[in-house]
């Protein structure tokens, strides 16, 4: 798999930032709902959500539309 530059820098930038390194490391483990890790990092949902949003972007994470809209996997 060939990743661009612009590719690589935005994986970089997803998991530079302390909880969304975090998340990517519960989400290895298996999938969790927004809720649940809100309640793990203690953080705020839209906090979270914008997180996972973040890790989507760089196609790091997906939220499941199938399933509860609020589950989010690697």
């Given at each position: 798999?060939?990743?661009?530059?612009?590719?690589?820098?935005?994986?970089?930038?997803?998991?530079?930032?302390?909880s969304?390194?975090?998340?990517?490391?519960?989400?290895?483990?298996?999938?969790?709902?927004?809720?649940?890790?809100?309640?793990?990092?203690g953080?705020?949902?839209?906090?979270?959500?914008?997180?996972?949003?973040?890790?989507?972007?760089?196609?790091?994470?997906?939220?499941?539309?199938?399933?509860?809209?609020?589950?989010?996997?690697?």
């Amino acid at each position: 798999m060939t990743m661009t530059l612009d590719k690589t820098l935005s994986v970089f930038r997803a998991i530079g930032e302390e909880s969304r390194l975090r998340i990517m490391a519960l989400l290895v483990k298996g999938e969790l709902t927004v809720s649940e890790i809100t309640t793990i990092l203690g953080q705020s949902q839209p906090r979270v959500s914008r997180h996972l949003k973040i890790l989507a972007d760089a196609g790091l994470a997906e939220r499941p539309i199938a399933k509860a809209p609020g589950c989010s996997t690697v």
